[in-house]
């Protein structure tokens, strides 16, 4: 049987609902990485920050490091 849309979009809103509640802010922004990349080019870094629940000045911090990271890897 192939979900309603109705079906589908509950589906979203769960998961997103599991990953605030057992993910930490740079977990959060590491899945939206992998998930939504395309998001990562078209959408300001201040909506990216509220959609994963965090501040602008933390979502920049954890880019930040997660660069450094990337970069020495």
Do not use: C, W
């Not at 930490?24 to 939504?36: A, D, G, N, S, V």
């Not at 395309?38 to 490091?65: C, D, N």
Request: hydrophobic share 40%.
């Amino acid at each position: 049987m192939v979900p309603t849309l109705m079906q589908q979009d509950y589906l979203k809103i769960e998961e997103r609902i599991f990953v605030f509640s057992n993910h930490t802010p740079e977990e959060r922004y590491l899945i939206l990485m992998q998930t939504q990349p395309e998001l990562m080019k078209r959408v300001p870094f201040h909506q990216l920050a509220r959609y994963i629940g965090i501040t602008p000045e933390s979502f920049s911090r954890i880019r930040k490091i997660i660069f450094q990271n990337d970069k020495s890897a």
